[in-house]
């Protein structure tokens, strides 16, 4: 035991623990108590003249105490902030009291500062007074959860050290007060001019506006270049028009139907509160900005990841190199997420994103997180809707720094944003702050919230709005009069009200003809051949790599093979004409994005893009050292996590048209955890917001005796979704086909996602494996028709499919005659002329088979049916061969899959009088 004396009944245990702790090692307790036992050392062990109190073991409990005090004001002194602008009471907390450490009051006044790390010349209890302004007046303050004491210190330093800026000047209070003036002057005149609309204002979280204004100024004069801002829809219409610069007109055309149209029946537009808009932002000192709020759909927080990864693109765009290892210019630009106080701890995708913040692959240098905080979810209460205090509460599982503000004190709220830019500037990481308003009125404007929170509408109705709020104190302040407040109001309504007079007169704005149109592009144009002496030479580099580097020898025998796949007797399979499109993409200055689960490797070891010294632990990628080539390749192993990522690829995809943006699932089964992405994202953004991506979707896909989540990425929810030229979804049978679309992929000119079933089985199959003419040479077939070698008038049923099953097929069908096996590489857009012209080639046809291994209610079926029959004409059955409809995708036992895939084969292969077979299907 140590020599301190600690002989108290209160927390002894506790605190000899932590003496002991500190006479090992003084930087394994927390600073404080670090401060506490050296000043007891000291005073205890003071040569000469030492004061009976100094060593006496009551006095030193009363310092424990109040080191004890000093800590819990520190970390529990946001529970003392008046939060609520409704005036609900804080939680205030036991810690908080003196009594709770062993002392009284009057303790603290025989205490010096010294002996607790303040000053000399203040008594303890000054220094717990001037803590508690600190911490437990307008902004609660939670940081001590953060593992790093570094990032401790900086922001006790910064926030009792008087680093923090905390007020503004009597310019910008002003300022402020116009700001909030416009904002609730525009809502305000919207609800009156247009009653009954939904809007979903901002009102009650009005400080958001100067709030963003405080960010985006802030990140210009550090240095930004841009800012990329997410959120929901509530206050959106604000935001657009007072940070994003829409015009007010604009939004009063909206209201008006009077937006301008298209010449296209494909752009269907989106509601006002989802659209995007972007804008450059002048400062006064010279500085300027691009700032972007991206549309998103009613689905909540789904933006979020969006955000990240058209920040990544950004920030590696302004990167200083493209080399493959070069970090992004991540001070360039600030990413800002708008959350929902229900929706923040309510949607799992907040947590995904948050997991992305810190990975090599995804990080951004810290968002800066805002919590509009509405203490309402629709009409659930907090009590009902999280089982947390704090509606933040979540980010500090990713030790996210939070702060939390009244929304009715603007200038707690924009200290709030200051601190948040300090912190990310310093550290490079999120910041969280959680701005506690309430929302004025039901969940839209047509709602009646007090069905359901009569109480707190009552309370809403009494209350003043934060324009009204914050008038009153300059005008307490001697700043403005009262006069002044109601001029700048009437100037504003003023102002609005002659906009809406001259929108109401105007005509409604004319056709603009700049929608996208629906006819298919011209993708067989795209030249995707690669000449074979180019070929050779980007195969040899990658199957070179630095001559101390050892991979492992098994591996790189299994690569040695690919030297030897160029030559004449073929064998290029899969991962081998994955690398050769890659490569020839870099060497022609497009850059690579892979992604995924396991991708690095692949799923199924046939990529091995990331080779590792197995002595070492090295590793190194061969597609980053082409020489000559100038784009850049990235390949990353994702968290587990499907929506976060896929959607972090999609916006990454937006802004980077000259990257061939791809992810990968591990199996194609799992890429419906990915669902609301797919639908309102990658399969509407053009016809809703007028954006394009080019994003490709690699899904694992085949019936293979997996199983119901090892089998099917579920083609037919993707052939549901397409319309309007909306995306290309493609089922490639052969290496090469897939070489060419890839390479079609990253060179056409219209951007559209690719999602492709990839094979499984097939990715080392000897039968399927390409030679390299069919790289050099040709390009992507949608359609592939295998001649029958008995001869065209012979042919009596053609049957189509795809990918996999050709091949299951293929085995077979040369011991049948009559039959012809026609392969459909690319489902949409749908190749009828192709389709129409090998039906025709066979003058003694009978009867067209669709064959597939998916149920008969999933798969293609569904989509090609009405297709083939267009293609077919009236007079040819068409039948289907198949699984029968079934609620689950796959067998799981091994016997029941080898029965069904054989009797498909069978099927399939039975030619017989197609006149009262069972199972047709006719027009």
Same mark, same amino acid.
Not at 175 to 194: C, N, P, S, W
Not at 457 to 471: D, F, K, L, M, N
Not at 662 to 676: C, H, K, L
């Given at each position: 035991?140590?020599?301190?004396?600690?002989?108290?009944?209160?927390?002894?245990?506790?605190?000899?623990?932590?003496?002991?702790?500190?006479?090992?090692?003084?930087?394994?307790?927390?600073?404080?108590?670090? %401060?506490?036992?050296?000043?007891?050392?000291?005073?205890?062990?003071?040569?000469?003249?030492?004061?009976?109190?100094?060593?006496?073991?009551?006095?030193?409990?009363?310092?424990?105490?109040?080191?004890?005090?000093?800590?819990?004001?520190?970390?529990?002194?946001?529970?003392?902030?008046?939060?609520?602008?409704?005036?609900?009471?804080?939680?205030?907390?036991?810690?908080?009291?003196?009594?709770?450490?062993?002392?009284?009051?009057?303790?603290?006044?025989?205490?010096?500062?010294?002996?607790?790390?303040?000053?000399?010349?203040?008594?303890?209890?000054?220094?717990?007074?001037?803590?508690?302004?600190?911490?437990?007046?307008?902004?609660?303050?939670?940081?001590?959860?953060?593992?790093?004491?570094?990032?401790?210190?900086?922001?006790?330093?910064?926030?009792?050290?008087?680093?923090?800026?905390?007020?503004?000047?009597?310019?910008?209070?002003?300022?402020?007060?116009?700001?909030?003036?416009?904002?609730?002057?525009?809502?305000?005149?919207?609800?009156?001019?247009?009653?009954?609309?939904?809007?979903?204002?901002?009102?009650?979280?009005?400080?958001?506006?100067?709030?963003?204004?405080?960010?985006?100024?802030?990140?210009?004069?550090?240095?930004?270049?841009?800012?990329?801002?997410?959120?929901?829809?509530?206050?959106?219409?604000?935001?657009?028009?007072?940070?994003?610069?829409?015009?007010?007109?604009?939004?009063?055309?909206?209201?008006?139907?009077?937006?301008?149209?298209?010449?296209?029946?494909?752009?269907?537009?989106?509601?006002?509160?989802?659209?995007?808009?972007?804008?450059?932002?002048?400062?006064?000192?010279?500085?300027?900005?691009?700032?972007?709020?991206?549309?998103?759909?009613?689905?909540?927080?789904?933006?979020?990841?969006?955000?990240?990864?058209?920040?990544?693109?950004?920030?590696?765009?302004?990167?200083?190199?493209?080399?493959?290892?070069?970090?992004?210019?991540?001070?360039?630009?600030?990413?800002?997420?708008?959350?929902?106080?229900?929706?923040?701890?309510?949607?799992?995708?907040?947590?995904?994103?948050?997991?992305?913040?810190?990975?090599?692959?995804?990080?951004?240098?810290?968002?800066?997180?805002?919590?509009?905080?509405?203490?309402?979810?629709?009409?659930?209460?907090?009590?009902?809707?999280?089982?947390?205090?704090?509606?933040?509460?979540?980010?500090?599982?990713?030790?996210?720094?939070?702060?939390?503000?009244?929304?009715?004190?603007?200038?707690?709220?924009?200290?709030?944003?200051?601190?948040?830019?300090?912190?990310?500037?310093?550290?490079?990481?999120?910041?969280?702050?959680?701005?506690?308003?309430?929302?004025?009125?039901?969940?839209?404007?047509?709602?009646?919230?007090?069905?359901?929170?009569?109480?707190?509408?009552?309370?809403?109705?009494?209350?003043?709005?934060?324009?009204?709020?914050?008038?009153?104190?300059?005008?307490?302040?001697?700043?403005?009069?009262?006069?002044?407040?109601?001029?700048?109001?009437?100037?504003? %309504?003023?102002?609005?009200?002659?906009?809406?007079?001259?929108?109401?007169?105007?005509?409604?704005?004319?056709?603009?003809?700049?929608?996208?149109?629906?006819?298919?592009?011209?993708?067989?144009?795209?030249?995707?051949?690669?000449?074979?002496?180019?070929?050779?030479?980007?195969?040899?580099?990658?199957?070179?790599?630095?001559?101390?580097?050892?991979?492992?020898?098994?591996?790189?025998?299994?690569?040695?093979?690919?030297?030897?796949?160029?030559?004449?007797?073929?064998?290029?399979?899969?991962?081998?004409?994955?690398?050769?499109?890659?490569?020839?993409?870099?060497?022609?200055?497009?850059?690579?994005?892979?992604?995924?689960?396991?991708?690095?490797?692949?799923?199924?070891?046939?990529?091995?893009?990331?080779?590792?010294?197995?002595?070492?632990?090295?590793?190194?990628?061969?597609?980053?050292?082409?020489?000559?080539?100038?784009?850049?390749?990235?390949?990353?192993?994702?968290?587990?996590?499907?929506?976060?990522?896929?959607?972090?690829?999609?916006?990454?995809?937006?802004?980077?048209?000259?990257?061939?943006?791809?992810?990968?699932?591990?199996?194609?089964?799992?890429?419906?955890?990915?669902?609301?992405?797919?639908?309102?994202?990658?399969?509407?953004?053009?016809?809703?917001?007028?954006?394009?991506?080019?994003?490709?979707?690699?899904?694992?896909?085949?019936?293979?005796?997996?199983?119901?989540?090892?089998?099917?990425?579920?083609?037919?929810?993707?052939?549901?979704?397409?319309?309007?030229?909306?995306?290309?979804?493609?089922?490639?049978?052969?290496?090469?086909?897939?070489?060419?679309?890839?390479?079609?992929?990253?060179?056409?000119?219209?951007?559209?996602?690719?999602?492709?079933?990839?094979?499984?089985?097939?990715?080392?199959?000897?039968?399927?494996?390409?030679?390299?003419?069919?790289?050099?040479?040709?390009?992507?077939?949608?359609?592939?028709?295998?001649?029958?070698?008995?001869?065209?008038?012979?042919?009596?049923?053609?049957?189509?499919?795809?990918?996999?099953?050709?091949?299951?097929?293929?085995?077979?069908?040369?011991?049948?005659?009559?039959?012809?096996?026609?392969?459909?590489?690319?489902?949409?857009?749908?190749?009828?002329?192709?389709?129409?012209?090998?039906?025709?080639?066979?003058?003694?046809?009978?009867?067209?088979?669709?064959?597939?291994?998916?149920?008969?209610?999933?798969?293609?079926?569904?989509?090609?049916?009405?297709?083939?029959?267009?293609?077919?004409?009236?007079?040819?059955?068409?039948?289907?061969?198949?699984?029968?409809?079934?609620?689950?995708?796959?067998?799981?036992?091994?016997?029941?899959?080898?029965?069904?895939?054989?009797?498909?084969?069978?099927?399939?292969?039975?030619?017989?009088?197609?006149?009262?077979?069972?199972?047709?299907?006719?027009?």
């Amino acid at each position: 035991m140590s020599s301190l004396p600690i002989t108290s009944a209160f927390n002894d245990g506790y605190i000899a623990g932590l003496y002991e702790s500190f006479l090992r090692d003084p930087a394994s307790v927390d600073s404080s108590w670090r %401060q506490f036992f050296s000043v007891a050392q000291s005073i205890a062990g003071a040569p000469g003249g030492v004061s009976a109190s100094a060593t006496d073991p009551g006095y030193l409990r009363k310092v424990a105490g109040a080191a004890g005090l000093v800590q819990a004001i520190r970390q529990y002194g946001h529970l003392d902030v008046q939060l609520d602008p409704l005036g609900s009471p804080p939680l205030s907390a036991a810690e908080l009291k003196p009594e709770f450490h062993g002392i009284v009051s009057a303790d603290l006044e025989t205490i010096p500062g010294a002996a607790l790390g303040f000053d000399e010349d203040e008594t303890a209890a000054a220094a717990v007074a001037r803590l508690r302004r600190i911490y437990s007046s307008t902004i609660g303050f939670e940081f001590e959860h953060i593992e790093e004491e570094a990032e401790r210190d900086w922001f006790r330093r910064a926030i009792e050290g008087g680093e923090m800026r905390r007020t503004l000047s009597p310019d910008e209070k002003k300022v402020v007060l116009r700001r909030l003036t416009e904002v609730d002057g525009l809502e305000r005149f919207l609800g009156f001019a247009y009653q009954g609309y939904k809007r979903f204002s901002i009102e009650g979280t009005d400080a958001l506006v100067p709030m963003l204004d405080a960010a985006i100024n802030g990140a210009a004069r550090a240095g930004a270049q841009e800012v990329v801002i997410g959120m929901a829809h509530r206050g959106r219409i604000n935001v657009l028009t007072h940070v994003l610069d829409k015009p007010v007109a604009a939004i009063f055309e909206d209201f008006e139907g009077k937006h301008a149209s298209t010449s296209t029946p494909n752009d269907t537009g989106d509601v006002k509160y989802h659209l995007g808009a972007r804008t450059v932002r002048e400062l006064s000192t010279g500085e300027s900005v691009h700032v972007v709020l991206l549309p998103n759909p009613s689905h909540l927080e789904m933006v979020n990841p969006v955000v990240e990864g058209v920040a990544r693109a950004l920030q590696q765009a302004r990167s200083e190199s493209t080399a493959a290892d070069a970090s992004p210019n991540e001070a360039s630009v600030l990413p800002v997420l708008v959350h929902g106080d229900a929706a923040f701890p309510g949607e799992g995708v907040v947590a995904e994103t948050f997991n992305l913040s810190y990975l090599r692959g995804y990080r951004t240098g810290g968002t800066l997180h805002i919590i509009s905080n509405n203490q309402v979810g629709f009409t659930t209460d907090p009590r009902d809707g999280r089982s947390t205090y704090y509606a933040s509460d979540l980010a500090k599982g990713f030790e996210v720094p939070i702060v939390h503000v009244n929304g009715d004190d603007a200038e707690a709220c924009i200290a709030a944003v200051w601190l948040g830019l300090a912190y990310r500037a310093r550290f490079g990481k999120d910041f969280l702050i959680d701005l506690v308003g309430y929302r004025r009125h039901g969940h839209n404007e047509t709602d009646e919230p007090a069905f359901t929170q009569p109480l707190l509408y009552a309370a809403i109705r009494s209350h003043q709005t934060p324009r009204e709020v914050w008038a009153g104190r300059l005008v307490r302040e001697g700043l403005l009069s009262d006069d002044d407040v109601k001029a700048l109001d009437a100037e504003v %309504q003023a102002a609005f009200d002659r906009i809406l007079t001259q929108v109401k007169a105007a005509p409604a704005p004319a056709e603009n003809g700049n929608g996208h149109h629906g006819a298919a592009p011209d993708l067989a144009s795209v030249d995707t051949s690669v000449r074979p002496d180019v070929l050779r030479s980007l195969n040899d580099r990658l199957l070179a790599w630095p001559s101390d580097f050892k991979p492992l020898p098994k591996l790189a025998k299994l690569l040695e093979r690919r030297r030897a796949a160029l030559g004449d007797a073929g064998g290029i399979d899969w991962g081998h004409a994955e690398a050769l499109a890659l490569g020839s993409l870099l060497m022609q200055g497009v850059s690579v994005r892979l992604t995924g689960q396991d991708s690095e490797r692949g799923t199924f070891s046939h990529r091995q893009a990331v080779l590792h010294d197995y002595e070492r632990g090295t590793s190194y990628a061969p597609l980053q050292h082409i020489p000559g080539a100038t784009g850049r390749f990235e390949v990353y192993n994702s968290p587990l996590s499907e929506m976060a990522v896929l959607a972090f690829e999609y916006g990454f995809s937006v802004v980077a048209p000259r990257t061939l943006v791809i992810w990968e699932a591990q199996y194609g089964d799992f890429a419906n955890v990915a669902q609301p992405i797919i639908d309102q994202f990658i399969a509407s953004d053009r016809a809703k917001w007028g954006q394009d991506s080019g994003v490709v979707l690699l899904l694992p896909h085949g019936y293979e005796g997996g199983g119901p989540e090892h089998s099917s990425a579920r083609l037919e929810r993707f052939l549901q979704l397409a319309a309007e030229n909306n995306m290309r979804i493609a089922y490639p049978s052969t290496p090469a086909q897939y070489f060419h679309i890839l390479r079609r992929q990253a060179l056409a000119s219209d951007r559209r996602p690719l999602v492709l079933m990839q094979p499984k089985s097939l990715l080392r199959l000897p039968q399927a494996a390409s030679h390299l003419s069919d790289l050099s040479s040709g390009r992507f077939r949608t359609v592939i028709d295998d001649a029958a070698a008995q001869g065209l008038e012979r042919v009596r049923r053609v049957v189509l499919c795809t990918g996999k099953l050709y091949y299951d097929l293929a085995g077979q069908a040369a011991k049948n005659g009559g039959i012809a096996l026609v392969r459909v590489d690319e489902l949409y857009p749908w190749p009828h002329e192709e389709i129409a012209r090998v039906i025709d080639r066979y003058p003694a046809l009978e009867e067209v088979v669709w064959a597939q291994e998916e149920p008969k209610n999933m798969g293609a079926w569904s989509f090609v049916a009405p297709r083939l029959r267009a293609a077919v004409g009236n007079t040819l059955p068409i039948r289907y061969i198949g699984r029968p409809e079934r609620a689950s995708p796959a067998e799981g036992y091994a016997t029941s899959h080898t029965e069904q895939q054989t009797k498909i084969v069978t099927d399939a292969l039975a030619v017989s009088d197609p006149v009262g077979t069972a199972g047709a299907a006719r027009g």
